[in-house]
Structure formats: structure tokens, C-alpha cells
């Protein structure tokens, strides 16, 4: 899990910087007035930077639990770095939506791990959809905690109330899946074969 490790000590630092450095905030997250002029890097480092504590505590936690499991999942189809490029592609199809909709909107900002973080917790799900996932220390089987995270997305994303990226949560699970399924395509009907028996 070293690389897990390595993601969350440098969005830690780096998150933690930004918080008393918002110069180099602006300079990090998802803008899409300096993506248009050619900041594509942004796509990347949005997902270095938190809102704040809780924020950054939140997605890392999540990252550790998750991400221990499925770095050497990644490693056995694509090497060492294979976890690295799966979650630096979710970072950056997760929020391509979000930028491609506000890409003439000068107040739209974007940041956060949580696309990539999405998309390391959906391809766990799809490995083992009838494991405990515990949400505030209440148990909930993993696929039904998808199920959930999916379908309360999908509403409050259409709300828009909130100053939470929704699209990019639900892309960067829709990714997560279609890699993982990519990486080794027997997955499907194992997922459906587990689905169906939940005991197994």
C-alpha cells in the first residue's frame, strides 16, 4: 500500500498548504477561464486541494481503507505504478463533465479528491459488493452503500443546492467500475455471481 500512503501524504501537505496559502489554491483547483487558456494540469490538481479539515479528512480515510485493497489489484495488471494511473485518469474524467458544462462560467470552481476517491471505492464494490462498509459506524453492505451514494447524487445533483460536485462523485464511480471491469472483464459475471449469493 505504499502508494496509497504516498497519494494521501501528498494531498495532505499539500491540501494543508493551501489552506493558509490561497494564492496557491487558485493556482491548484479546477478553473475553467485558465483550463480554456491552456492550464490543463488542473484537471490533475484540483485533486490535491481540500475545502478544509473535514474535507480533506474524509476523502483520505476513505482513500486508505480502499485504496490498500485495490493498489495491488491495479499492480498485478499494470506494475508498480498501475494505482497511480488509475487514480490520476478517475481524478481527471471525473471532473471533464463538470468542466465541459461550466467552461464559459468564470465562478464556477471545482476541487477535491473525491472523484478519484470514488472511483477507488466503486471498484471495490465491484470486487466485493456484500462487504461491510461502516458510514458514520453504522455497517451497510458495500453494494447497498452504492446503491445509496448513486441515487442521492443523482438527486441532489439535479437540486444544486449545495456547493458539492455530484457529477464528478457519480463519474468517478462509473469510472472506477468500467477500468476495473477493463483490467479483467470476468469481473462482471463475478460481481452478478456474488450479487446473487450473498452468503458466498
Known sequence: MLV???????TCA???TCFSNPTLLDRLLLWPPAVNRGEYQRLVTNAFVHADGAHL???MITLFFFGRV???FFERYIGIAGFVIFYLAAAVVSVLPSYLSHRNDSRYRSLGASGAVSAVLFAFI?????STIYVFVIPV???LYGVLFTAYGLY???LGQDHINHSA???GAAFGVAFTLAMEPRLGAFFLQRLMSPGM
Open 4 to 10: 496509497t500512503v504516498l497519494l494521501i501524504a501528498i
Open 14 to 16: 499539500v491540501s494543508i
Open 57 to 59: 479528512a474524509f476523502n
Open 70 to 72: 485495490m493498489e495491488p
Open 126 to 130: 465491484l470486487l466485493a459488493p456484500w
Open 141 to 143: 453492505p458495500a453494494i
Open 156 to 158: 441532489a445533483g439535479r
Open 169 to 171: 462523485h457519480l463519474w
